[in-house]
């Protein structure tokens, strides 16, 4: 017993130096030197949060590739099926657009929807296709999973989507609704911003980060520049297991399938 007591201690001591995470803890300066200062203790999902991204970003060597996709066509598309979505009591979103190509291009590069075992060296790939998103709440943020995305259409994942989202931030979603996703997206463009590095949700090995989109002159090959309405996106990965090259590769392969949704079914 005094054995397991000393081992539990042990744990304890290296997991508040960050001994885990390969980052040794350094002791905090007395703020209230410089002025007033108030505690405010962390909230759980806070807590988890600060918790599983700093694991994440510790282990996980990030990579992010930029990129901006022309979505003018799919925007006016996108409006006009918006009506049909909503008599179902969706919103079709780009987000919800998303979920279908990026669970589409998971099939074409397996490497993104897999894990790492670094303690068996094995690589685990999943023949399933769930993903999270990431969702803004008065808490913290969540990532509510939508499972079997391939297997649904856009009007059930908008659906899906909007009462998840609803859940997460009325505080009633279940723990199992936020478990088992393959692969994250999260979208800023509501807020604004023009890209970002968002974090490898581990144990997956991408996220796609979504910023707002805007109209920028693209010149269109016969010496006039068009008005075009374009997304940027921000692919962060593993880079244990995904190579630049494939990042590349993944996120023209979304771009292509956002500005030629057909590619999908070809």
């Given at each position: 017993m005094d054995d397991v007591k000393a081992y539990s201690k042990k744990l304890h001591r290296e997991r508040k130096a960050g001994v885990g995470f390969g980052v040794k803890q350094e002791p905090l300066p007395d703020f209230s030197k410089?002025?007033?200062?108030?505690?405010?203790?962390?909230?759980?999902?806070?807590?988890?949060?600060?918790?599983?991204?700093?694991?994440?970003?510790?282990?996980?060597?990030?990579?992010?590739?930029?990129?901006?996709?022309?979505?003018?066509?799919?925007e006016k598309a996108r409006k006009e099926l918006n009506k049909q979505v909503e008599k179902a009591g969706g919103k079709l979103t780009v987000t919800a657009i998303l979920l279908k190509i990026i669970a589409a291009a998971?099939?074409?590069?397996?490497?993104?929807?897999?894990?790492?075992?670094m303690e068996t060296k094995e690589i685990i790939y999943k023949k399933y296709f769930n993903i999270g998103v990431a969702v803004d709440t008065e808490r913290g943020l969540m990532v509510p999973v939508i499972k079997d995305v391939d297997k649904k259409n856009l009007t059930e994942l908008s659906v899906e989507l909007g009462?998840?989202?609803?859940?997460?931030?009325?505080?009633?979603?279940?723990?199992?609704?936020?478990?088992?996703?393959?692969?994250t997206i999260t979208n800023l463009g509501g807020i604004g911003g023009t890209a970002f590095t968002p974090v490898v949700n581990s144990p997956?090995?991408?996220?796609?980060?979504?910023?707002r989109g805007s109209y920028e002159p693209v010149y269109n090959g016969y010496g006039?520049?068009?008005?075009?309405?374009?997304?940027?996106?921000?692919?962060?990965?593993?880079?244990?297991?995904?190579?630049g090259a494939d990042a590349v590769r993944f996120l023209r392969w979304v771009i292509g399938a956002l500005e030629q949704p057909l590619k999908m079914w070809i």
């Amino acid at each position: 017993m005094d054995d397991v007591k000393a081992y539990s201690k042990k744990l304890h001591r290296e997991r508040k130096a960050g001994v885990g995470f390969g980052v040794k803890q350094e002791p905090l300066p007395d703020f209230s030197k410089f002025g007033e200062i108030e505690r405010v203790k962390m909230n759980k999902i806070r807590e988890v949060t600060a918790t599983h991204l700093s694991y994440a970003w510790a282990t996980i060597p990030h990579v992010t590739q930029f990129d901006k996709a022309d979505i003018t066509q799919l925007e006016k598309a996108r409006k006009e099926l918006n009506k049909q979505v909503e008599k179902a009591g969706g919103k079709l979103t780009v987000t919800a657009i998303l979920l279908k190509i990026i669970a589409a291009a998971l099939k074409e590069f397996p490497q993104f929807n897999s894990s790492i075992d670094m303690e068996t060296k094995e690589i685990i790939y999943k023949k399933y296709f769930n993903i999270g998103v990431a969702v803004d709440t008065e808490r913290g943020l969540m990532v509510p999973v939508i499972k079997d995305v391939d297997k649904k259409n856009l009007t059930e994942l908008s659906v899906e989507l909007g009462e998840l989202a609803k859940k997460a931030r009325e505080r009633k979603i279940s723990l199992e609704e936020l478990q088992g996703g393959c692969f994250t997206i999260t979208n800023l463009g509501g807020i604004g911003g023009t890209a970002f590095t968002p974090v490898v949700n581990s144990p997956e090995v991408a996220i796609l980060g979504v910023s707002r989109g805007s109209y920028e002159p693209v010149y269109n090959g016969y010496g006039v520049f068009e008005p075009r309405l374009m997304l940027p996106l921000s692919l962060s990965y593993d880079h244990r297991i995904i190579d630049g090259a494939d990042a590349v590769r993944f996120l023209r392969w979304v771009i292509g399938a956002l500005e030629q949704p057909l590619k999908m079914w070809i």
